[in-house]
C-alpha cells in the first residue's frame, strides 16, 4: 500500500472568517507600531559616498566582499521565513499581533539583505554563492520554514529555536560589530540592522512568554530540543560565524576573509573576538530559558571547549 503524503499547515483548508484584529499581546502590537514608524531604506539613509575603497588593499576587498556577500545569503533566508510563519500565525487563527509584526519583519528582512548586497556591490562586485561549494553546508538554511509548516510541531518550538536562540545569538554578534568596525558606511549598515534585529528579539521573547504558561510538560520538552538542535547543529556548524564551522579548506578560506575584513575595520570580527559574546549569548539564553523548564545541555566546541 502506497504510504499517504504527509500534511502540512497549507493542506488544511482555510478558516480565515471571522477576522480578529483587537490586540491580545499588548507587547507585541507594541513592536509592529515601532516598527511601522522606523523605516529606514539602504539606497538613501546609508550614507555610501563615505565608503573610500582606495583605502583598502585588493586582498582587503576581496575578503570584505566574501564577508558581505555570506552576510546576504543569511538574510536571504530569513526573508523567507516570514512567509512560513505567516501561514502558520494564519491556520492556526493565532493573535493577529503576529500576523501584524510578521509584515513588518518581512520589510525588515528585505532592507537587510539589500544593505549587506549593496555593500558587497560597492566593495567590488557581490558573489552569489560560495567559492567552495562544501561550505554551503555551513550558511544553508536551518530548516525554519519546514518546522513552521509542519503541524506536529509546536510552534512555540520554532519561535523559541529561531528567534529566541539564533536571532539572539546574531544580536550579540551586531551590537560587538558596531564596537570593532572603524569603516563609517559598515558602522552605519550594522548600526541599522541592530536597531531592527532588537525588536526582532523581543518579539520572541514576549510571544514565549505569553504561551509558556499554558503549554504542556510534553511541548516544552519538543521546545526545548528545538533550541538544542539551533544552537548545536546550526549556530556551531557556522550559520552566522564561519570560525565555527568544521575546519577544512572551504570554512578556512571563509575565516580569512572574515579576518582581512576586521583588519580593515569593514564589518567583520574573529574567533578571538567572538568566542565571549558566543558563549555568553547561550549562558544567556540557557539561564533565561530555565524558569519555562528547558534546561538546554552543556556545549561542547573544539575551538571554545566546554560551555
Not at 81 to 107: G, K, M, N, V
Not at 250 to 263: F, G, H, K, N, P
Not at 266 to 276: D, Q
Request: glycine share 4%.
Amino acid at each position: 500500500m502506497a504510504q499517504a503524503a504527509e500534511l502540512t499547515i497549507i493542506d488544511r483548508p482555510e478558516q480565515r472568517f471571522p477576522l480578529k484584529l483587537a490586540p491580545q499581546i499588548p507587547q507585541i502590537r507594541g513592536l509592529f507600531h515601532a516598527s511601522a514608524q522606523n523605516q529606514w531604506d539602504p539606497k538613501t539613509d546609508i550614507d555610501w559616498d563615505l565608503l573610500d575603497i582606495s583605502k583598502y588593499s585588493d586582498e582587503q576587498l576581496m575578503g570584505a566582499r566574501e564577508y558581505w556577500s555570506r552576510r546576504a545569503w543569511a538574510e536571504y533566508g530569513a526573508i523567507s521565513e516570514s512567509p512560513a510563519l505567516q501561514i502558520r500565525f494564519c491556520q492556526d487563527r493565532l493573535e493577529p499581533d503576529l500576523q501584524l509584526y510578521f509584515t513588518i519583519r518581512s520589510q525588515e528582512e528585505s532592507r537587510h539583505a539589500e544593505a549587506c548586497y549593496l555593500m558587497a556591490e560597492k566593495l567590488g562586485g557581490y558573489i552569489e554563492e560560495p567559492f567552495v561549494n562544501v561550505y554551503q553546508s555551513s550558511v544553508a538554511t536551518h530548516g525554519v520554514r519546514k518546522m513552521a509548516l509542519d503541524p506536529s510541531l509546536p510552534l512555540e518550538a520554532t519561535i523559541a529555536a529561531l528567534v529566541c536562540g539564533a536571532e539572539e545569538i546574531a544580536f550579540d554578534v551586531f551590537k560587538h560589530l558596531v564596537d570593532v568596525a572603524t569603516n563609517p558606511v559598515a558602522i552605519q549598515i550594522v548600526k541599522s540592522v541592530m536597531r531592527d534585529e532588537v525588536r526582532h528579539c523581543a518579539f520572541g521573547w514576549a510571544y514565549m512568554e505569553h504561551r509558556i504558561k499554558d503549554m504542556t510538560d510534553a511541548e516544552i520538552k519538543v521546545v526545548e530540543e528545538a533550541v538544542i538542535i539551533m544552537i548545536r547543529d546550526v549556530e556551531m556548524n557556522g550559520y552566522h560565524s564561519a570560525w565555527l564551522a568544521p575546519d577544512n579548506p572551504a570554512s578556512a578560506q571563509e575565516v580569512r576573509a572574515d579576518r582581512l575584513t576586521y583588519e580593515a575595520g569593514l564589518g567583520a570580527t574573529v574567533e578571538e573576538e567572538e568566542i565571549p559574546i558566543f558563549v555568553g549569548t547561550v549562558q544567556r539564553i540557557r539561564q533565561r530559558m530555565q524558569p519555562w523548564g528547558v534546561e538546554l545541555p552543556i556545549f561542547t566546541h573544539p575551538k571554545i571547549g566546554d560551555f
